[in-house]
Nanobody
């Protein structure tokens, strides 16, 4: 059974930083495509960043100057470093893994106050 457990969300002031983590189990993590998505209230879920098994990354253009995605295959952990946070970054952030099928974590709330 695949499990993705996110952590690291919380309340932060505008301009602050957060580091999200996602611990994966039940799949060959190093071979999986891993991504972060987010969903703000009343909006559709959107891709934030992805990291391939090769280590190459893809970030949404609007976020690539502030967010960084990385992975530690030895610890089956995915990270999202978020800097210079803005109120519009407020959302539930979801970890996603693709290995044959897509899998989702339960999400972690990020709230950025003005």
């Amino acid at each position: 059974q695949v499990q993705l457990v996110e952590s690291g969300g919380g309340l932060v002031q505008s301009g602050g930083s957060l580091r999200l983590s996602c611990v994966a189990s039940g799949l060959p993590f190093s071979n999986a495509l891993m991504s972060w998505y987010r969903q703000a209230p009343g909006q559709e879920r959107e891709l934030v960043a992805a990291i391939f098994s090769t280590g190459s990354t893809k970030l949404t253009d609007a976020l690539k100057d502030r967010f960084t995605i990385s992975r530690d295959n030895a610890k089956n952990t995915l990270f999202l470093q978020m800097n210079s946070l803005k109120p519009e970054d407020t959302a539930v952030y979801y970890c996603n893994a693709v290995y044959g099928s897509p899998y989702w974590g339960q999400g972690t709330q990020v709230t950025v106050s003005p």
